[in-house]
C-alpha cells in the first residue's frame, strides 16, 4: 500500500453488506469509525477501543475482527460485514437472530452485535460446532449482562437448525 499522509482523505474502495463503495477517509480513522460515523452504520458498537470486549467485532473476508484496530484504510478491496447485514430481508430476522430472541440471549444488547457476528462467522464455517466450542469461540466477548448461559443456549439452537436445514437459507 503506498504512504497515505496523515490529514488528508483518501479514496477506499471495498464492498460492505454486498454491495461496493467507495469513501473518503483519513489514514489514521478507524475501520469503526468510518461504519458509525461516516457510513451510519451504528450497529457496530465501540465499547473499550482496545480490541478486548469484542462489541466492535465485524465480518472483514467472512472472519471476525476488530474494527476498533482495524485502519479503514485496511478495508482497501475488502469484503465487510456488519450486523445489518444478518437479516435475509427488512423485517425479518437470521436464524441465529431469531434464536437469541427465543433464548432471550441478550440483555442491554451492547455486546450482541459483535457476538452475533462472531457466532455467525463460526456457524458458516462450522454448522456442525457443539456447545464447546461456541463458548471457546465466545471467548473473545465481554457480556456483563447474561452470564453467556443463554447466549450459547441461542447458538446452540441455531447451529440446531441449520444443520436440521428448517431455516429457508443460511441467513444465520
Known amino acids: 500500500m503506498p504512504y497515505l499522509s496523515r490529514d488528508t482523505a483518501h479514496p477506499i474502495r471495498f464492498r460492505l453488506n454486498g454491495r461496493e463503495v467507495t469513501v473518503q477517509a483519513e489514514a489514521r480513522m478507524l475501520l469503526s469509525d468510518l461504519l458509525r460515523h461516516e457510513l451510519g452504520l451504528t450497529g457496530t458498537h465501540v465499547g473499550c477501543e482496545h480490541g478486548v470486549c469484542g462489541a466492535c467485532t465485524v465480518q472483514i473476508d ?8 482495524t485502519l479503514a484504510a485496511q478495508a482497501e478491496g475488502a469484503d465487510i460485514r456488519t450486523v445489518e447485514d444478518l437479516a435475509p430481508e427488512p423485517g425479518r430476522l437470521s436464524i441465529l437472530q431469531d434464536a437469541f430472541r427465543r433464548h432471550h440471549g441478550l440483555q442491554c444488547g451492547f455486546c450482541t452485535p459483535g457476538i452475533l ?22 471467548s473473545g466477548h465481554l457480556c456483563r449482562c447474561t452470564g453467556y448461559a443463554t447466549i450459547v443456549a441461542a ?18
Do not use: F, H, K, Y
Open 117 to 138: 457476528m462472531s457466532l455467525d462467522a463460526l456457524l458458516r464455517e462450522r454448522p456442525d460446532a457443539e456447545e464447546p466450542d461456541i463458548r471457546d469461540w465466545l
Open 155 to 172: 447458538a446452540v439452537a441455531a447451529a440446531a437448525e441449520l444443520r436440521a436445514g428448517t431455516g429457508a437459507e443460511q441467513g444465520s
Open 62 to 69: 467472512g472472519r471476525p475482527a476488530r474494527a476498533c484496530l
